[in-house]
T-cell receptor
Framework: GAGVSQSPSNKVTEKGKDVELRCDPI?????LYWYRQSLGQGLEFLIY????????KSGLPSDRFSAERTGGSVSTLTIQRTQQEDSAVYLC???????????FGNGTRLTVT | QQQVKQSPQSLIVQKGGISIINCAYE??????FPWYQQFPGKGPALLIA?????SEKKEGRFTISFNKSAKQFSLHIMDSQPGDSATYFC????????????FGSGTQLTVLP
């Protein structure tokens, strides 16, 4: 596709369940980012993958959050034992390299009931 | 050191007016300053960007003004239109570094018809 694709677009889950959010970056983009955006709030950095380097996990809010990027392409953000405060829009972005313009997907809106 | 402070948090402007959003930074190593525009339900999209070797960059109705000595930059939207109503994020990065973009907290702009 032409842009960053995220799935699902919406996810409703019960507190305590695990969820997986998927991101398909633009082909050829070596850098991939996950951000979290609570309602009406700014962009909270979660994790950054750049090529084959070790990911920058400094933004992950707790050990319930993890992410992987397979084959330098698709990424999955996993949230274990979801809590109500995890409810937010999770945005993925990719860029040709770490310091070139970011291209964002439209996000996954996660609601934890 | 890595923070970018953005103001105001929200802004209401009449159609045809000038919208001004300001950002300030501390890290003098930042050398690329993009602005992103986000419409409801969409991911942010790159709007305009500037490097510190110029004091102003204009693209259509959108202008970035950059003051290197004050470590401030601003977005001016001339002849603001209701279609400009969106959330705007400033950002900064040290190009070539392993760090990711640092985003401001966002400004919700409403242009009244």
């Amino acid at each position: 596709g032409a842009g960053v694709s995220q799935s699902p677009s919406n996810k409703v889950t019960e507190k305590g369940k695990d969820v997986e959010l998927r991101c398909d970056p633009i082909s050829g983009h070596t850098a991939l980012y996950w951000y979290r955006q609570s309602l009406g709030q700014g962009l909270e950095f979660l994790i950054y993958f750049q090529g084959n380097s070790a990911p920058d996990k400094s933004g992950l809010p707790s050990d319930r959050f993890s992410a992987e990027r397979t084959g330098g392409s698709v990424s999955t953000l996993t949230i274990q034992r979801t809590q109500q405060e995890d409810s937010a829009v999770y945005l993925c972005a990719s860029s040709r390299r770490g310091d070139s313009p970011l291209h964002f997907g439209n996000g996954t809106r996660l609601t934890v009931t | 050191q890595q923070q970018v402070k953005q103001s105001p948090q929200s802004l209401i402007v009449q159609k045809g007016g000038i919208s001004i959003i300001n950002c300030a930074y501390e890290n003098t190593a930042f050398d690329y300053f993009p602005w992103y525009q986000q419409f409801p339900g969409k991911g942010p999209a790159l709007l305009i960007a500037i490097r510190p070797d110029v004091s102003e960059k204009k693209e259509g109705r959108f202008t970035i003004s950059f003051n290197k000595s004050a470590k401030q930059f601003s977005l001016h939207i001339m002849d603001s239109q209701p279609g400009d109503s969106a959330t705007y994020f400033c950002a900064a990065i040290v190009t070539g570094s392993a760090r990711q973009l640092t985003f401001g907290s966002g400004t919700q702009l409403t242009v009244l018809p």
